[in-house]
């Protein structure tokens, strides 16, 4: 596609159940990323993958939140037991290897848990 | 100390205004220096990025970085009521790890 395409939209959960976030970035872009956008907060970086390097996994904020990235190309974010502060909007990116470049986003995944 | 620091706003100005849009950073190994803009409901798109410091300009748009200040600034000319949106300041220090301002809400009235 001509983006990056990112589903469910929005996705309402009980606290406690497990989710599934997928993205599916721009073909040929090498870097995809994962960012977490709170109300009134700034992008929160949870993960980075880049071609077929061992994933930074540094912004994961707990063990209950993992990522993966088959072929290359698509990507899913996995939450294990949610939290009710698990709710933002999780946003993937994908881009050229090369900050000069830039991001390009999709329109992420809405998340409340109730 | 947050890495980027934006003024949340909201901001809210008349049709054909001049905006400006700040941000302060504290890492003085930042060299690459981004604004993206994000309407509601959509994901942030790439609007303009500068490397180290000076002007940039693309039509109604100026990016400007001063360094010495740890200080960048997006002006928007003429605003619109289309230019409503989020603007995000974003930084990098050459790696991975784009960091993202809170954003400023950008309200121009017709």
């Known amino acids: 596609g001509a983006g990056v395409s990112q589903s469910p939209s929005n996705k309402v959960t009980e606290k406690g159940k497990d989710v599934e976030l997928r993205c599916d970035p721009i073909s040929g872009h090498t870097a995809l990323y994962w960012y977490r956008q709170s109300l009134g907060q700034g992008l929160e970086f949870l993960i980075y993958f880049q071609g077929n390097s061992a994933p930074d996994k540094s912004g994961l904020p707990s063990d209950r939140f993992s990522a993966e990235r088959t072929g290359g190309s698509v990507s899913t974010l996995t939450i294990q037991r949610t939290q009710q502060e698990d709710s933002a909007v999780y946003l993937c990116a994908s881009s050229l290897a090369g900050v000069g470049y830039g991001y390009t986003f999709g329109s992420g995944t809405r998340l409340t848990v109730v | 100390q947050k890495e980027v620091e934006q003024d949340p706003g909201p901001l809210s100005v008349p049709e054909g205004a001049i905006v400006s849009l700040n941000c302060t950073y504290s890492?003085?190994?930042?060299?690459?220096f981004m604004w993206y803009r994000q309407y509601s409901r959509k994901g942030p798109e790439l609007l303009m990025y500068?490397?180290?410091?000076g002007n940039k300009e693309d039509g109604r748009f100026t990016a400007q970085v001063d360094k010495s200040s740890k200080y960048i600034s997006l002006f928007i000319r003429d605003s619109q009521p289309s230019d409503s949106a989020t603007y995000l300041c974003?930084?990098?220090?050459?790696?991975?790890?784009?960091?993202f301002g809170a954003g400023t809400r950008l309200f121009v009235k017709a």
């Open positions: 890492n003085s190994a930042f060299q690459y």
């Open positions: 500068t490397y180290s410091s």
């Open positions: 974003a930084i990098n220090t050459g790696g991975f790890k784009t960091i």
